[in-house]
């Protein structure tokens, strides 16, 4: 294995792919977030409380940049996890080259990592929700995703470690378990605590559209990943010719 080339091409695909979906959401996303902001200040000021137009602009303009580079910088972070188990999982994957192989396996982590945490904890616009309990319901969700990671990764370490013809007769129950164990999580779970008090359809425009741009984030980064390891080969070695004299 080429270490440095592997590194090089796993945190430039992440970085790429982290900075198209900053700027992707300046355009989906933000939107639905200012149409947020603006219901909240209307009920601050209907409260009685006075709101500072003036700053609230200057500040969404700061978290609008800001967003770009979290982009980037959270592209990099999840690259460097996509990239170990592509490693791991490369061989057992389905495609004639890596750029499928990086495609399916960023479909199956956006599936286990994202969407499925997702369903059960979906996105609210940042106005959205009490502060006080901001830390309770990442809490929940972090409890969703660990769950639904570390099953997906038990259940593909059991795949894998059962013979060809055994792999056979598993096919169905080894995703029947998964599916199993996610079922009882979103039972058991507790609901978000938050009461909704902006329109239905904002609430659900933008996690569609928040589903949208991270579903692109995980194919950028599959095929990005996938293309640079066929151009590149990292997991290709340089034999070492000796000669005598």
């Known amino acids: 294995m080429k270490t440095v080339a592997f590194i090089l091409i796993t945190l430039v695909s992440g970085a790429i792919a982290g900075t198209i979906l900053g700027l992707i959401n300046q355009i989906l996303v933000e939107p639905y977030i200012d149409q947020a902001v603006a219901i909240e200040v209307q009920n601050t000021v209907a409260s009685g409380e006075s709101v500072d137009v003036d700053e609230l602009v200057q500040y969404r303009l700061w978290q609008k940049g800001g967003e770009i580079v979290a982009g980037t910088i959270l592209g990099t972070s999840i690259s460097a996890l996509f990239g170990i188990v592509y490693i791991y999982s490369r061989d057992s994957l389905p495609g004639s080259n890596n750029k499928k192989k990086g495609l399916i396996l960023a479909g199956i982590m956006f599936f286990v990592i994202f969407l499925i945490p997702a369903l059960k904890y979906p996105a609210n616009p940042p106005a959205v929700g009490d502060p006080e309990t901001i830390e309770y319901r990442e809490s929940l969700y972090i409890g969703m995703l660990v769950i639904s990671g570390f099953t997906a990764l038990g259940v593909a370490i059991l795949y894998r470690s059962l013979g060809q013809t055994r792999r056979e007769s598993m096919?169905?129950?080894?995703?029947?378990?998964?599916?199993?164990?996610?079922?009882?999580?979103?039972?058991?779970?507790?609901?978000?605590?938050?009461?909704?008090?902006?329109?239905?359809?904002l609430l659900m425009n933008f996690r569609i559209v928040s589903t949208i741009t991270m579903g692109i984030f995980w194919g950028i980064l599959g095929i990005l990943l996938g293309s640079f390891w066929d151009i590149v080969k990292p997991h290709e070695t340089r034999e070492t010719k000796l000669s005598t004299i």
């Open 171 to 201: 096919k169905i129950i080894v995703p029947t378990v998964y599916a199993v164990i996610i079922a009882l999580a979103f039972v058991v779970l507790p609901a978000n605590p938050d009461e909704i008090t902006i329109s239905s359809n």
